[in-house]
């Protein structure tokens, strides 16, 4: 199963979700009007025939009030999530690792997160920390895949080493591109309308049993009604006990299976299962996965281990036991786990076991089962995962950076410098006019017109890398600052009157990510590639042009990857007709498209690229930046059957 159909899947669960939710909706309702219906039996002596009571107002209300009180409270939980991960990374009062952080640990787990980010093409997550918490576990939130924040807990980056942690960082990063974040943050809202009625009810009792219960002024009927509210009190924590059931089962429903599927990923990304599996079985062994906070219930579902011990594990547990996560791993994991917890009596220190033999594939594949490449799948098969060269490739991108730049990119404000230098060095104007008309000190120019020359000299791969890893330290300027340096980058790739591929994927991506409602999913809108045929005969007639092909080539080029995409009629736009400022629109209008309608499109834009078995260096970056304004995380190319020039 794909990127895209780990989508289509996701949206499918949603309507799952939401056939639970009425469910349990239901069943609350009427767990309600029955403790309403006995406690007004009871108040009439046993004599109230049930037909009467479906026939009150009495009981027209209490659904409507019910009701009422699970819609506020999923409202209100989605009103405190509207920022998506961010928001949630501050409900839980986590630390924001920021990207000059100069701590081992917090270097270590931004050097781990940079690296995947790189190789899987999407922008490095925003990273924060639970301090208080000394168990192990980490989770993802936000509502896009180029949108996500990792949280982590302070037990994860104090007890696992680096390649365990990777693991642990690959395991989440699938969550990431299988569609798993976003429907997790929609189930925290949907849960909290199901649990409100507990909270309604202790609050009921609380009130009274505090302020009036003992009150000996009240009279009979006072203290009558105020019994009556205490019971009710009772009675709806009782019911909110229905709802907590409904909840967990609905999210080990969703989560579980899911778990064991980002375990695999996690091992393919890496290519070494002895990172997660060392992981947990630290968690089993000695260091636990339960957190302290009072969210943990609600973000069970989200977190790597379990963060709150359940009773029923088979029915209610979000996580399958983590002896079944190791046995899935393959090898000899299990035995391991319970060789170490015996000789350490349970606190064993796994940091140093290797990988068993038999261990190098997930469940009995082979690495040669379990890699996949560009060459074998086609561009839409690498959407979303990650495969052993990908992280090599980012490895040594990485270590290429000069440590200079990298100072830069954890700074806002020399990041800002970081990407002015990135569309001067891409323009074909003067560098010392385009430096000259930024609104910058003179000492700044300088340097923004010296990184612009040493960027340049380490050639175009790092182009997109070196913006990716600009975006969390831009994110950090407030807004008003993010839109008027937006503002200038726009001003200043249009000094010279002509728009380079480079430049508006530069220009893009970031206005893409920088703006106020970045963080925003999108809904789908388009079901048939007929609603967006002039954007997909734009779009590829632009690959067309930018692969250098002429005259008849063009068009058969074009012919070739539009048959199953355009209606007949549908021709090679000529180039005064692509103009590259059009594609804003195009692009907004195709990420709309349903998941599975994406793929084919990427395939038939890459198809087009490497027809010539050598792909441009502005080839690659059109297709990477169509891909992420898309919501489609694609790591970098590499050489395979075509060749990145």
Not at 40 to 59: C, D, K, V
Not at 340 to 357: I, L, Y
Not at 448 to 453: D, E, G, I, P, S
Not at 569 to 591: V, Y
Request: aromatic share 6%; glycine share 8%; charged share 20%.
């Amino acid at each position: 199963m794909n990127f895209f159909q780990h989508q289509e899947r996701a949206r499918r669960r949603t309507w799952l979700l939401a056939s639970y939710f009425v469910l349990a909706i239901l069943a609350i309702v009427s767990a309600v009007s029955l403790c309403l219906y006995l406690a007004a039996m009871w108040m009439r002596g046993g004599h109230y025939p049930l037909s009467e009571w479906l026939q009150s107002p009495a009981m027209l209300w209490s659904v409507i009030i019910t009701l009422l009180i699970v819609l506020v409270g999923s409202a209100r939980k989605a009103w405190q999530l509207r920022g998506g991960g961010v928001a949630l990374a501050e409900l839980l009062g986590a630390r924001e690792v920021l990207p000059d952080a100069t701590s081992r640990e917090d270097r270590q787990l931004r050097n781990v997160t940079e690296e995947m980010s790189i190789a899987s093409g999407i922008p490095v997550p925003r990273t924060f920390v639970m301090e208080h918490e000394q168990a192990i576990n980490a989770l993802v939130a936000g509502y896009r895949p180029t949108e996500a924040v990792l949280i982590v807990t302070r037990g994860t980056l104090d007890a696992l080493s680096r390649e365990e942690l990777q693991g642990v960082i690959a395991h989440e990063f699938s969550h990431i591109f299988n569609a798993d974040m976003r429907l997790n943050m929609r189930l925290i809202a949907l849960l909290a309308g199901i649990l409100a009625i507990g909270k309604v009810g202790e609050l009921l009792l609380h009130a009274n049993t505090r302020t009036r219960f003992f009150n000996r002024r009240s009279g009979r009927n006072e203290a009558a009604g105020i019994a009556f509210l205490i019971i009710l009190g009772l009675a709806m924590m009782v019911i909110g006990y229905i709802g907590l059931f409904f909840g967990r089962l609905i999210k080990a429903a969703i989560s579980r299976q899911r778990e064991l599927l980002a375990d695999a990923s996690s091992v393919q990304f890496t290519r070494n299962p002895a990172g997660i599996a060392n992981a947990l079985i630290k968690i089993r062994n000695q260091y636990g996965s339960h957190l302290l906070s009072s969210h943990g219930e609600d973000m069970s579902h989200m977190c790597f281990g379990a963060t709150v011990p359940f009773h029923l594990q088979h029915l209610l547990a979000t996580h399958p036991p983590l002896d079944h996560r190791l046995k899935a791993l393959g090898g000899d994991w299990l035995a391991r786990a319970r060789v170490r917890q015996r000789q350490n009596g349970g606190t064993a220190d796994s940091s140093g076991m290797a990988a068993p033999e038999q261990a190098m594939g997930f469940a009995g594949n082979s690495p040669a089962q379990l890699a996949t490449s560009v060459a074998a799948l086609g561009i839409s098969g690498s959407i979303g995962t990650v495969a052993q060269a990908h992280m090599g490739y980012a490895q040594s991108l990485h270590q290429s950076i000069p440590e200079e730049i990298k100072q830069n990119l954890r700074q806002p404000e020399s990041a800002r410098w970081v990407v002015l230098a990135l569309a001067i060095g891409a323009s074909r104007s003067n560098p010392e006019q385009l430096t000259a008309s930024l609104s910058l000190t003179d000492l700044e120019k300088q340097v923004v017109q010296q990184l612009a020359v040493q960027i340049s000299a380490l050639g175009t791969r790092l182009r997109l890398p070196l913006t990716d890893l600009a975006i969390p330290a831009l994110k950090q300027l407030p807004d008003a600052q993010r839109n008027a340096f937006l503002e200038e980058l726009e001003n200043l790739v249009r000094a010279d009157k002509r728009l380079t591929l480079f430049e508006f994927v530069l220009t893009r991506i970031l206005a893409d990510h920088l703006r106020t409602n970045a963080g925003r999913s999108a809904a789908i809108r388009f079901r048939q590639y007929s609603a967006v045929a002039a954007q997909i005969q734009l779009v590829l007639s632009l690959m067309v042009h930018a692969s250098g092909a002429k005259d008849e080539q063009a068009r058969q080029l074009f012919h070739g990857a539009s048959g199953a995409l355009l209606p007949a009629g549908r021709t090679l736009l000529g180039k005064e007709k692509c103009r590259i400022e059009l594609l804003d629109q195009a692009l907004t209008d195709l990420r709309d498209l349903t998941p599975l309608l994406k793929g084919p499109l990427l395939d038939g834009l890459a198809d087009v690229a490497r027809a010539d078995g050598m792909i441009q260096v502005q080839e690659a970056e059109l297709l990477r930046g169509i891909a992420t304004l898309m919501d489609c995380p694609m790591p970098p190319l590499l050489q395979g059957s075509s060749k990145v020039a």
